[in-house]
């Protein structure tokens, strides 16, 4: 079954469901690229379980600017995190849920919860799920401030898996880690894999040796070596972008994967944590070759052999790599099949969630169950 006649299917069987689910998105607040990912994430939930949107927007105006910093200057003298403003919209949640989910990109979105009435006690559980918050960040004034606001929560969980104990000792609820997912469907090349025409595909940051290096080989050879060019993080359309992005992934032949920050030690002390990439460049079957962090998180999740090609951070030499690599076509094409085996059968989106809702003691739905028979039938192609 196609992704577009298994998600007919789901909106179907979802029509008369009673929406059990309040899923609060940054999504009308911010379109920097490197939210897509999380975008992607309340929008897949929504195809599989009964989920209502709730999108908090900027206040415009002067005086909301005043407002805003007002309010922050308050919070930051008295020490009262319930004060901490975002700018937003004031709403009102005037439905009961069964689940409330906040997905923060950075500790910072914390203070928009402070701008929904109603939300705890509408809402039976509530789970907050932290992308990018380091265990250096936690000791900061401005950081545990908005993590005040994460005592209404009754679970915390962060794809920084070294930074759970110090937000648990910090706000005293029970944090897990639970790692980045991916939209498998749409980023599987099955059951028709279009041609791989780029050769190595680079996103975000990077080193400057190997980019260096790999410019110098598209200028002399015939090889399409694609890679950010211009300056600025905006989508447009951030449903664009990620089919953008994952037709562009299923098309390369090379993907470079590199742990999260890897060039910002000021900001993460030396922490070694598993970015979106890796998910995303597995799932889309590109080879990926790069610096993988040394953490629990990528020994658990990228276990299989040739998840990753390491290669030192200043590899001059990437072009002798490259072509060392394809002059093996067979180990290539194993690495491909084994990254989109792993991702549709451990990396879905419906895993991750499954795992929330084990924790806060809410049944799969049906649509859940039918998901994860199209990833394993999906796989089974692939294997074949």
């Given amino acids: 079954m196609s992704q577009e006649n298994l998600l007919s299917k789901n909106l179907y069987l979802r029509s008369n469901q009673k929406p059990r ?3 609060v998105s940054m999504r009308g607040f911010h379109s920097e690229a490197y939210r897509s990912a999380e975008y992607e994430f309340e929008d897949t939930i929504c195809t599989f379980d009964y989920a209502d949107i709730l999108t908090p927007v900027l206040a415009s105006g002067g005086a909301s600017t005043v407002k805003k910093k007002l309010a922050n200057y308050v919070a930051m003298t008295t020490n009262k995190g319930k004060f901490l403003s975002s700018g937003c919209i004031p709403s009102i949640v005037d ?8 997905i923060c990109q950075h500790f910072w979105d914390l203070a928009c919860i402070n701008s929904m009435k109603a ?9 907050l799920w932290i992308d990018e918050i380091w265990a250096k960040e936690i000791g ?6 908005c993590l005040e606001v994460v005592k209404d929560f009754d679970y915390i969980f962060t794809t920084q898996s070294s930074s759970i104990n110090a937000i648990s000792n910090l706000v005293q609820r029970p944090c897990y880690s639970l790692p980045y997912g991916v939209d498998t469907i749409k980023f599987c090349s099955y059951p028709q894999p279009p041609q791989r025409s780029i050769d190595i595909y680079s996103i975000g940051r990077r080193s400057p040796i190997v980019h260096k290096a790999l ?12 890679f950010d060019s211009l300056k600025g993080l905006q989508m447009m359309d951030y449903k664009e972008h990620r089919i953008l992005y994952s037709n562009l992934i299923k098309r390369s032949r090379y993907y470079i994967s590199n742990k999260a920050k890897f060039d910002a030690v000021d900001q993460t002390g030396g922490q070694e944590e598993l970015g979106s990439r890796f998910f995303e460049g597995a799932a889309g079957g590109a080879v990926m070759i790069g610096t993988p962090p040394v ?12 998840a990753v090609i390491e290669i030192p951070y200043d590899a001059a030499n990437i072009a002798d790599i490259i072509t060392e690599l394809d002059a093996q076509p067979d180990r290539l094409n194993r690495i491909r099949k084994d990254n989109v085996m792993n991702s549709l059968l451990r990396h ?9 809702l084990e924790k806060v003691g809410l049944d ?21």
């Fill in 21 to 23: 689910i309040l899923l």
């Fill in 348 to 356: 879905d989106w419906v895993y991750r969630w499954e795992r929330i």
């Fill in 364 to 384: 799969s739905t049906p649509e859940m169950l039918s998901r994860k028979t199209h990833l394993g039938k999906l796989a089974d192609m692939v294997n074949s």
């Fill in 140 to 145: 900061n004034h401005k950081t545990r401030l």
């Fill in 95 to 102: 439905k009961e849920y069964d689940l409330l989910f906040f």
């Fill in 119 to 127: 939300w705890r006690e509408k809402c039976r559980k509530a789970v």
């Fill in 295 to 306: 953490c629990e998180a990528y020994t658990t999740y990228f276990n299989w052999s040739d």
């Fill in 215 to 226: 410019l110098e080989v598209a200028e002399r050879k015939n090889f399409l070596y694609l």
